[in-house]
């Protein structure tokens, strides 16, 4: 795919979200594609290598959550990966601040390396276990924003995530399809770490048969001192 195939099929699939990408913005998703391509023949980063479904599968679905995100919020993506929902959402609003959490230090390596081409300012690649990062006074309860995708059942994400976000803030769970289980079980982690779910977000993407669901959750109190649990604990033995 050229760089004005690309052009074209970004703008077409992110206008289907409401969502306008510039062209200086459409050169960054261009190369940040390359890079990951580039770099996934060595490192194991992602096993969606084909130019279309990156687009899809990473980009658009990453920018579904956009519209959860204002100007100034600060943001932490935790088990960021490489950079997914992350550094999509910084391209398209650079008015925010985002740290990338992950514990594989290889990622970590990608991610700076991104952030360094793609020229982001106030992006963050941090190394670490969500564990043990909540645990830290300048990043627990610190965050407006809280997003994940894909990482762990939800019960178990939440303990992961909650910590980090601010009273009042919320927490955007990106998960695929047969969530009613999942949901079923984290009431307990829910009442315990001081979140409610405010809203489920179901859609299709653009211009496939993907289904995903978007759970938001607001933080309504503090989280007790005693979660996260210590690394590994969430889910090894979840909160049910």
């Known amino acids: 795919m050229n760089k004005k195939e690309f052009h074209e099929e970004l703008i077409e699939k992110a206008e289907k979200l409401n969502i306008n990408i510039t062209e200086s913005q459409s050169e960054q998703f261009y190369k940040y594609m390359h890079l990951l391509q580039e770099w996934n023949k060595k490192t ?8 279309k479904e990156i687009i899809i599968k990473h980009f ?13 919020h600060i943001v932490i993506d935790v088990g960021t990966g490489a950079g997914f929902p992350g550094i ?6 650079n008015n925010i601040v985002v740290n990338l959490l992950d514990s594989l230090n290889k990622r970590i390596i990608f991610l700076d390396e991104v952030i360094k081409e793609l020229n982001l300012k106030s992006v963050l690649a941090i190394h670490s276990r969500a564990e043990e990062l909540a645990m830290i006074n300048s990043h627990r309860e610190q965050y407006d924003v809280v997003t994940s995708r ?5 019960s178990t994400l939440l303990e992961y995530m909650i ?32 979140g409610e779910i405010e809203n489920i977000e179901n859609m299709i993407l653009p211009g496939s048969d993907i289904e995903r669901n978007i759970i938001i959750i607001r933080k309504t109190k503090e989280t ?7 690394s590994g604990k969430p889910s090894k033995e979840p909160l049910l």
């Open 60 to 72: 658009v679905d990453s920018l579904t959550i956009l519209k959860y995100i204002k100007d100034e």
């Open 150 to 154: 894909a990482v762990a059942n939800l």
């Open 163 to 194: 910590p980090f976000c601010k009273l009042g803030g919320v927490c955007l769970c990106m998960k695929g399809s047969n969530i009613h289980e999942e949901l079923n079980k984290s009431k307990k982690a829910l009442a315990v770490l001081g």
């Open 44 to 51: 194991n980063l992602t096993a969606i290598i084909e130019d």
């Open 224 to 230: 007790s001192k005693n979660y996260p649990r210590k």
């Open 88 to 93: 999509p959402i910084k391209i398209v609003n």
